[in-house]
């Protein structure tokens, strides 16, 4: 067995909108990877072409996809304390997969997790920032390309989270 210890930067961007809106425009920048398309391609033995242009068609401007989005506040409803908490596995296969050829380890983190959830102060969008656990493996070909997730994964939750007429800008 190995130990390996690394610190890690969470970053907490605070929403100047309501938790509802935050999680619409977070699902815009980081639209959900469709499951079931996912698993056709890989019973249908897609060509790696195949899922590139699979994975084009469905990213955000971002260049991200949700993997899975896990609305955690939806469970937790039952237990009689309402919740509002939604965690997502976000990454691009294809940037993943160049992570993995370097370090198949490196599946510990792409995809990586993002939370959308309220608290007491608001709405807010929560990550540990890519380069920080990626740094872990030393490997300056993962760090290039840590860098540039860490400012994709920035812009989403910023526009996540502006106030609706800088949201407009962006978009219109």
Known sequence: MTTVSYQACRLVHDSAVEFEETRRRFDEQVPLLDPLLTLRLVLDQATWSGVKAHVDRTVGQSG??????????ALFRLSGDPVQATLYLVGNPVIAREILAVEPAAGLYAPFRVAVYRDAMGAHVAYDQPSSVLASFGSDAIDAIARELDERIRDSAERSCQPAAIAEEFTG
Do not use: E, P, S
Request: glycine content about 10%.
């Open 64 to 73: 991200f996809v949700a993997l899975t989005r896990l609305d955690q506040g």
